[in-house]
């Protein structure tokens, strides 16, 4: 139920419908059903995947997404020295798929 939670605490700053181009925002009922489903990895999981790649960041927003039919959880950090990072995740292996500076 914690988990349940805290899913969709995370995904209930899905931006409004449009926003995307790639790919499209998931809602918080679409995403519990996945993660009951066993599609995508539990939300602390791949917080603590995308703190992996900068251990000393904290977690700004976060989201998730389909693109090109693939669950992407876009997380954005900022590190230590104040410096913005953006780390993609698959969603449902935890693989980081991309981390790059935001400038």
Not at 6 to 27: E, H, Q, W, Y
Not at 69 to 87: F, S
Request: proline share 3%; glycine share 8%.
């Amino acid at each position: 139920m914690k988990q349940l939670v805290t899913l969709i605490a995370s995904v209930s700053f899905v931006a409004a419908a449009g926003f995307a181009r790639a790919g499209d925002d998931i809602g918080p009922d679409k995403a519990v059903e996945l993660l009951q489903a066993g599609a995508i990895k539990p939300f602390e999981q791949l917080n603590a995947a995308a703190l992996a790649t900068h251990p000393d960041g904290t977690i700004g927003e976060t989201e998730l997404e389909n693109e090109y039919g693939k669950y992407v959880y876009k997380v954005e950090l900022r590190d230590a020295e104040g410096r913005k990072w953006d780390v993609d995740l698959d969603a449902a292996t935890g693989a980081v798929l991309s981390d790059r500076r935001d400038d």
